[in-house]
Nanobody
Framework: QVQLVESGGGLVQTGGSLRLSCAASGRTFSGYVMGWFRQAPGKEREFVATINRDGSGTYYRDSVKGRFTISRDNAKNTVYLQMNSLKPEDTAVYYC???????????????????WGQGTQVTVSS
């Protein structure tokens, strides 16, 4: 139902910014809660942010609150992650994910999403 392609990763210095994009296929994008996850070398994949179906609700892990902003444009079938004040500990492969949900207010931080992108590398230098 959904194919996801991330873009926008790269190498930045501490304190810099990046904007990640995740383009989704299909005509039912608004039926999915969306999430961003990341995985550093040797570490488990961890939740970063999630956004509900119409973009009115968001939730973040504590370490990125105030620095990262998740948003979506359902007309463009795209979800974004604006990353500001980047730190070396933000270095990871970032993945977007989609999960079909019945309730429009659903926010989802578990890893059992239905669909995943291929990931995009974010590297923050010291």
């Amino acid at each position: 139902q959904v194919q996801l392609v991330e873009s926008g990763g790269g190498l930045v210095q501490t304190g810099g910014s990046l904007r990640l994009s995740c383009a989704a296929s299909g005509r039912t994008f608004s039926g999915y809660v969306m999430g961003w996850f990341r995985q550093a070398p040797g570490k488990e994949r961890e939740f970063v942010a999630t956004i509900n179906r119409d973009g009115s609700g968001t939730y973040y892990r504590d370490s990125v609150k105030g620095r990262f902003t998740i948003s979506r444009d359902n007309a463009k079938n795209t979800v974004y992650l604006q990353m500001n004040s980047l730190k070396p500990e933000d270095t990871a492969v970032y993945y977007c994910a989609a999960k079909w949900v019945r309730y429009s207010g659903t926010l989802y931080y578990r890893t059992d999403y239905d669909y995943w992108g291929q990931g995009t590398q974010v590297t923050v230098s010291s």
